[in-house]
């Protein structure tokens, strides 16, 4: 089966650095989303990686390693308005399909 | 340049009803994808559908769920007999044509479904 792992839930600071983990274990894979989805929005894409390493993009820098099946995203100078849930997802394969499987999510806090 | 539109955003059904769920996907996008949030779960994909076709069902149950998406008009999902279990949020996605297996979806902010 596929399997996507993230923590459940994270705490953090206003203006300091978190770091999300995603691992994972699945049958192919061609490359790997972060989304953003505040509580009772749409979830909004944030970065896909396909080849090793980083790539960053303003406060926000996604990291893969497909050797070992992880992923991280994260987040500088964080602001209240980060709080939300951050969706790890990835798609198999080489198929042109938008089918992602994804991670059940963590669900970030930011506090003053 | 509006989004993916889904509608209604949230509908109650009783047990045995049937729900309509309508997508329409951004402009210039002809891929259509449908995803169940249920309580406290990650995003499951259901089906993914070009005009007038089906292309990938694998995540749809087996009974009384059907999708399609029609020459003319949004994408309907429609479940049938719903049961309280079907209760959840579901979200359509959308895409341009593509031609590798990356790209992002666009997605709604969802229909959430009650059933009593």
């Known amino acids: 089966g596929q399997n996507i792992d993230q923590p459940t839930e994270m705490t953090a600071t206003e203006g300091a650095i978190v770091q999300i983990n995603c691992t994972y274990q699945t049958s192919g894979f061609n490359g790997l989303f972060w989304y953003q989805q505040h509580a009772g929005e749409a979830p909004t894409f944030l970065s896909y990686?396909?080849?090793?390493g980083l790539e960053e993009k303003g406060r926000f820098s996604s990291f893969l390693s497909r050797s070992k099946g992880y992923s991280y995203l994260l987040l500088k100078e964080l602001q209240m308005k980060d709080s939300a849930s951050y969706l790890c997802a990835v798609t198999l394969g080489s198929s042109n399909t938008g089918k992602l499987i994804f991670g059940q999510g963590t669900t970030l806090q930011v506090k003053p | 340049n509006a989004g993916v539109m889904q509608n209604p955003r949230h509908l109650v059904r009783r047990r045995g009803q049937e729900a309509r769920l309508r997508c329409s996907p951004m402009?210039?996008?002809?891929?259509v994808y449908w995803y169940r949030q249920l309580p406290e779960e990650g995003l499951k994909f259901m089906v993914y559908?070009?005009?007038?076709?089906?292309?990938?069902e694998s995540g749809m149950p087996k009974e009384r769920f059907s999708a399609e998406f029609p020459k003319e008009g949004p994408s309907i999902l429609r479940i049938q007999q719903v049961v309280r279990g079907d209760s959840a949020a579901y979200f359509c996605?959308?895409?341009?044509?593509?031609?590798?297996?990356?790209?992002?979806?666009?997605f709604g902010e969802g229909s959430r479904l009650t059933v009593l």
């Open positions: 402009k210039g996008h002809s891929h």
């Open positions: 990686n396909v080849l090793d």
């Open positions: 559908l070009q005009k007038e076709n089906i292309i990938d």
């Open positions: 996605a959308s895409s341009p044509p593509r031609t590798s297996g990356g790209g992002e979806l666009f």
